[in-house]
């Protein structure tokens, strides 16, 4: 079964920091890739960051240079550190997984992934 837990959403200023976690089950960190999105309201969900299995990284235009996405192997989690926030910012955040890369580091709403934590709200005021 796939799991996937965020947390570490919170309500900061505008240049605070917040680090998210996405914990998972070792079957899922094993066997799906896993991403970071989010959706603000009245927008479309977004891809934010992901990390392929030859550890290369991609990141949203909008968060290049303040978001950096790791992972703990040996906790199967998934992190987003987020640095220099801005009210733009403010979104439900998502991991999610899928058996496909191209879900994860090309997302679009037409081919979503298929597998989505509940998400964690980031609210950043300014």
């Known amino acids: 079964q796939v799991q996937l837990v965020e947390s570490g959403g919170g309500s900061v200023q505008a240049g605070g920091s917040l680090r998210l976690s996405c914990k998972t089950s070792r079957y899922t960190y094993m066997n799906y890739y896993i991403g970071w999105f989010r959706q603000a309201p009245g927008k479309e969900r977004e891809g934010v960051a992901s990390?392929?299995?030859?550890?290369?990284?991609r990141y949203a235009d909008s968060v290049k240079g303040r978001f950096t996405i790791s992972q703990d192997n040996a906790n199967y989690t998934l992190y987003l550190q987020m640095n220099n926030l801005e009210p733009e910012d403010t979104a439900m955040y998502y991991c999610?997984?899928?058996?496909?890369?191209?879900?994860?580091?090309?997302?679009?709403?037409?081919?979503?992934?298929?597998?989505w934590g509940r998400g964690t709200q980031v609210t950043v005021s300014s």
């Open positions: 990390i392929g299995s030859d550890g290369n990284t």
């Open positions: 999610a997984a899928d058996r496909y890369w191209s879900r994860i580091g090309n997302y679009n709403n037409h081919d979503p992934p298929n597998y």
